[in-house]
Structures are given as C-alpha cells and as structure tokens.
C-alpha cells in the first residue's frame, strides 16, 4: 500500500511557476514509476509525465515537453514537478499516480487526492 499526497498547487499568472510535491507513504516508494495527470473541468484526465523507479527516465506530454521537470527523490519518498512558463490551459487539478512505467492512467495503482493548478491570463 502507498498512500500519496499532493501540495504546491495554487493560483499563479501565465509565464509563472510553480513546484508540485508528492509525498509517499511506505517503504516500497522506490519499487513503483510514478506519474503526474492532470484534469481540467469537463474533461479526461490526461498524462503529464513519468520518472522510472531510479528516477534515470523520464518523459512528458508534448503539451509540457520544454516546460515542465519531473523529478523523485527516494530517499525522501517524493516525486516533484517543477512547473515553468505556465499557460492558462495548463489550469487542472495534478494527480501523482504510484503504478507501472506507463503514459496509461489505468497502469497506476495508488492516486492521491490531488492539488488545484489555476493559471490566470
């Protein structure tokens, strides 16, 4: 079992940044590839970026290709998304997923509750 919890979500303006956090309980943290989604109102969930267990590989969403940095710290048992150059349609709510190396919300095993991005133009 791994329970993930999200923080540094917020309200920022366009070209802003911010940093996301995902603490995870347990000590199998380093056992699971962890993923960043996100959600916008009336919409699917849709991935934003992996990092594998090491945390060696990683890979974005063409969307935030360039912008965006996932990162983890095992050590520590969290994942980050470093957030640069934010657009208002990057506006979601972020989910951190514990699961298998994958772009596929249903290869994800744990979720958290999320945290509220909100980009102003």
């Known amino acids: 079992q791994v329970q993930l919890v999200e923080s540094g979500g917020g309200l920022v303006q366009a070209g802003g940044s911010l940093r996301l956090s995902c603490a995870a309980s347990?000590?199998?943290?380093?056992?699971?590839?962890m993923g960043w989604f996100r959600q916008a109102p009336g919409k699917e969930r849709e991935f934003v970026a992996a990092?594998?267990?090491?945390?060696?590989?990683?890979y974005y969403a063409d969307s935030v290709k360039g912008r965006f940095t996932i990162s983890r710290d095992n050590a520590k048992n969290t994942v980050y998304l470093q957030m640069n150059s934010l657009k208002p349609d990057d506006t979601a709510v972020y989910y951190c997923?514990?699961?298998?190396?994958?772009?596929?919300?249903?290869?994800?095993?744990?979720w958290g509750q999320g945290t509220q991005v909100t980009v102003s133009s």
């Open positions: 990092v594998t267990r090491s945390g060696i590989r990683t």
């Open positions: 997923a514990a699961g298998d190396w994958s772009t596929a919300p249903d290869a994800y095993d744990y």
């Open positions: 347990g000590r199998s943290f380093s056992t699971y590839a």
